[in-house]
Structures are given as structure tokens and as C-alpha cells.
């Protein structure tokens, strides 16, 4: 019995995540244009354990357009890297250079929509508000 309380104990802490992390996965992809940003399944990759806990993505506006570029890093270095190229930084502009670093599976794909809740939120009615504070109170 002790043998058996042995190894579930053992095979718990050898299989647990904190053992075995989950690998980080990114798009990557060298050079695609704008008109393909390389954001689909074909371009998913794994990255190497322990070391590539971070996605990376590049866009970069040329005289030729925009191009971008993806790939797995290491999560600090890259955030090393965007500061340094901070300056050179301007959307739109030829010889702009944009890094962003992020670190959740799939993170350098493409942005989720925004959501618009079309109109503004408005203050409640002081009624309304009353009505409120009853129905709490109640």
C-alpha cells in the first residue's frame, strides 16, 4: 500500500504542469504582406520549452507596403527589444518599425474585433436609481 501511495505522490509531482509546462505556441512567418498576415492554422508553430515563453510580431512599412513578421521569443527579450525600436515606431510611415511582445498562446495573430456598444452609457434616473437602492435594501 505504501508502494502505491509512492508512486501516485511521484507520478503527480513528475506530471503536474509546474513540471511539465505547457508549450507556448505562435504564429510564424518571415515576410508576408499586408494582404496576408499570416494569422492561419498553417502557420502555427511550437515553441521550444522553457526558453520561448513569449510571441514576437514585426510589422514593418516599406517603400513596397507592409510586411510582417512572427515568430516565438523569448518573452523579456523581446520586451528588450520593442523599447529599443520605441522610436522608430510610426505606423503608416515608410521605415517604421513596430515590435510587440505578448505572452499567451496565439497572441501575435490577428486582433479581435472591437466591440462597439453603439451608444454611450448614460447615467441612471435618479428614480431609477431609488428603485435600485429599494430593491437592495429589500
Known amino acids: 500500500m505504501r508502494l502505491l501511495v509512492f508512486y501516485i505522490a511521484f507520478s503527480g509531482c513528475v506530471f503536474s504542469s509546474a513540471a511539465w509546462p505547457l508549450q507556448m505556441q505562435c504564429y510564424h ?6 494582404g496576408h498576415d499570416c494569422s492561419t492554422p498553417q502557420f502555427i508553430v511550437n515553441c521550444t520549452t522553457n526558453i520561448q515563453n513569449g510571441c514576437q510580431k514585426e510589422v514593418m512599412v516599406g517603400a513596397n507596403g507592409v510586411t510582417y513578421r512572427k515568430a516565438c521569443a ?5 520586451l528588450v527589444v520593442s523599447a529599443g525600436y520605441q522610436s522608430f515606431c510610426s505606423p503608416g510611415r515608410v521605415g517604421s518599425v513596430c515590435i510587440s511582445c505578448c505572452n499567451t498562446p496565439l497572441c501575435n495573430g490577428p486582433r479581435p ?4 456598444l453603439g451608444s454611450p452609457l448614460r447615467p441612471l434616473s435618479p428614480l431609477l436609481l431609488l428603485a435600485a437602492m429599494l430593491a437592495t435594501l429589500l
Do not use: H, V, W, Y
Not at 512567418?29 to 499586408?34: S, T, W
Not at 523569448?74 to 523581446?78: D, L
Not at 474585433?113 to 462597439?116: A, G, K, M
Open 29 to 34: 512567418c518571415e515576410d508576408n504582406l499586408l
Open 113 to 116: 474585433p472591437r466591440i462597439s
Open 74 to 78: 523569448s518573452f523579456t527579450t523581446c
